[in-house]
């Protein structure tokens, strides 16, 4: 038997793995949690699981922040990440951190199952399947603009803390939306964060 870990900020995202693991034979849910905190009290309390299988990109602390933690102090629990968007940045990242794989969440129901199978009997493999690099490509001032708008900003209060134009703001602005598609700023600090180019 088994026993896995699901850690996702999403709980549509986190209940459907559940579900999908737990209708394998083989595997036993250990625990799920909303965070990677609560993911580390868990392991404290119950102890660790065989496999860890975590969201990469969360609030407060990522996947990948939380895997040295989980390395350290549970050196035997496997850890598999997975992406929304799968970067080949972010692969090489759990690759060198020792991560047993990096998927992404749109992998097949067989896909996730086996690469859990794989991981928890070879302890050196890491497994992966695909990611894309992003095409999106923004300026520095772009840069500058998503990140306020990701506090929280107005482009009036962004003209003012960069000094520039309101005019100005608004043609970056657009600029951005296009590039991330999006059709308001909530869409283009989500996409930003999805691409991996805002982190949380």
């Known amino acids: ?17 559940e579900v999908l693991l737990a209708s394998e034979k083989e595997f036993k ?3 799920t949690a909303a965070t990677a905190a609560e993911a580390l009290a868990l392991c404290e309390k119950k102890g660790a699981p065989d496999v860890l299988v975590s969201d990469i990109r969360m609030p407060e602390m ?3 922040e939380l895997l040295p933690r989980v390395r350290k102090r549970y050196p035997q629990t496997r850890v598999l990440l997975l992406a929304g968007m799968p970067l080949k940045s972010e692969e090489e990242e759990a690759r060198a951190g020792g991560a047993a794989g ?3 969440k749109s992998a097949k129901r067989g896909v996730l199952a086996a690469a859990i199978r794989r991981v928890a009997a070879e ?3 890491f ?9 999106t490509r923004l300026s520095g001032r772009e840069s500058e603009i998503l990140r306020y708008m990701a506090l929280g900003k107005t482009r009036e209060e962004i003209a003012v803390i960069l000094g520039i134009s309101f005019e100005t703001v608004r043609t970056h602005t657009k600029n951005l939306f296009a590039k991330l598609d999006a059709v ?17």
């Open 1 to 17: 038997m088994i026993t896995v870990m699901i850690v996702d900020d999403h709980p549509v995202v986190r209940d459907g793995l």
């Open 184 to 200: 308001n700023s909530a869409a283009a600090v989500s996409r930003a964060y999805e691409l991996g180019l805002l982190r949380a």
């Open 123 to 125: 302890p050196d493999v």
């Open 127 to 135: 497994v992966e399947e695909g990611y894309v690099q992003p095409k």
């Open 29 to 31: 849910i250990h625990a």
């Open 102 to 104: 990096y998927l992404p």
């Open 62 to 64: 990522t996947g990948l």
